[in-house]
């Protein structure tokens, strides 16, 4: 659907990588007090334990081991790492080159090179013929009877032309290009950047020189190729045309990504609607139409790119593969394949992550179908991953107040359903371990409101919370009586508490499983009132 390791690693082998040894662990007395996290008035202090219903917790050297785990890239991951767009950045080859296109840019303004469609080659010359040579039928004619009728027939039409001074008509295209209709460079833009006029201009060039490893002439050509393009496609037009809101569930953007690109989602699964891939894919028509809402989408989040230097100008993909029609869908398989070809072509180094997550078992074989189509480089900045593992994946990149409730995330578009949390309000991630025992507390030392959300990934765990007051003859407060949670249960647990008096708000998570569980939680604290 969008920008694209020779053989793509199977989605069940995203291993984790090695442990911190035990010797860098801090002793068990100095990990105990670090588990007390200090927050200041606007928000209350928040402690995490962990408590073993069998057996005593786990040294501090594992805890440790077990955090570090997770912050490493699992081994079979192909890595990408996104240069630097600023002009300071860039290698002296680099720079070189950046100029020798700028001027190539600059004289194909100044001919009309940009604004005139390539004409095609001409046609060969005719096969000569077996007639005799000229030379020789001129002989026979010089051999004739002369006729005085003809003769005078030719003489006067000869003086007839040098009366009238007749002269040959100029041809109105070469002369307009060459003489009137020379573009100056506001003439030309690209994704409503116009060439060489600003600094935005230089990372428009600098995308099409990454994608030619920074052959000047290659990228000239792409740069050249994708203007007639555009301009045979009519793009300008399309990004204004309404081409209706039936896939707004199948490709939308939604939060950014922890380096700040805007996150693009694209759904396939959404295409088992046999009514919408009917009217999506079922005649050349119809894909031609989709091909033009998914390039008149991306023109869209395109132009709210960043182009000035050290701007973010990328945008994350996220591929959801859950459900979607397999390789015998003929129709989604050309239409994927055309779309790929143009957005390759004419949209190099738009994108800064492709992340496909629920993968399936016979998308690696037609992976490998598509990947000859694709550069290497952008096959380098593919991330797949198995339906157990896309949260996980998710969250490498994206932070989970930004990952859309669907995947995993806490953060539920358009809805007013929970006022209290936003895309802003960040979460924290602990890791519950196996046959363990989680709990969250929340210090509370003046009268407020504690509003909190909490969610497990999968549950499969009982979730509960109470309130425990700072003086000794107070009673506890159950808030929510622990419970089971199925995978198939709310997403997200809201809690609120009105609290009176000193106390702490624990949250406790029982994950009886034999997996790792991956808990979100985050509170707010709301001023008190009767």
Known sequence: MADETDAAPPPTLL??????????????????????????????????????????????????????????????????KEESNRLADLSESERRALEELKQSVQEALRNGIFTSQPQPPPPPPPPQSAEKPPEKIEEASEKREPNPVAESEISTQEESAKDENVKPTPNPTIESILKHESPTQEDVSIWGIPLLKDERSDMILLKFLRAREFKVKEAFAMLKNTIFWRKEFGIDALVDDDLGEHLEKVVFMHGFDRDGHPVCYNVYGEFQNKELYQKTFSDE??????????????????????????????????????????????????????ALQLL????????????????????????????????????????????????????????????????????????????????????????????????????????????????????????????????????TVVVQKATKMAPTDDPVMCNSFKIKELGKIVITIDNPTSKKKKLLYRFKVKPYSN
């Open 15 to 80: 291993a984790a990588a090695s442990v911190v040894p035990p010797e860098t662990a801090a002793p068990p007395e100095t990990a105990a007090s670090e588990e007390v996290l200090t927050v200041l008035d606007v928000a209350p202090p928040v402690t995490e334990k962990e408590v073993s219903p069998q057996k005593p917790p786990p040294p501090p050297e594992e805890v440790v081991a077990v955090v570090d785990s997770e912050k490493k890239v699992p081994q079979n991951l192909v890595s990408f």
């Open 285 to 338: 028509e119809k894909r031609m139409k989709f091909l033009r809402w998914r390039i008149q989408f991306l023109e869209r989040s395109i132009r709210k790119l960043d182009f000035t230097p050290g701007g973010v100008n990328t945008i994350f993909q996220v591929n959801d593969l859950k459900n979607s029609p397999g390789p015998g869908k003929w129709e989604l398989r050309q239409a994927t394949k055309q």
């Open 344 to 475: 390759q072509d004419n949209y190099p180094e738009f994108v800064a992550k492709q992340v496909f997550i629920n993968v399936p078992w016979w998308y690696l074989a037609f992976y490998m179908m598509i990947s000859p189509f694709l550069t290497q480089r952008t096959k380098s900045k593919f991330v797949f991953a198995s339906p157990a593992k896309s949260a996980k994946t998710l969250f490498k990149y994206i932070s989970p107040e930004q990952v859309p409730i669907q995947y995993g995330g806490l953060s539920v578009d358009y809805c007013d359903c929970n006022p209290d949390f936003g895309i802003a309000d960040p979460v924290t991630e602990i890791t519950v371990k196996p046959s363990t025992k989680q709990t969250v507390e929340i210090l509370v030392s003046e009268q407020c409101v504690i509003v909190w959300e909490v969610r497990v990934v999968g549950w499969e765990v009982a979730y509960g919370a109470e309130f425990i007051p700072d003086a000794e003859d107070e009673y």
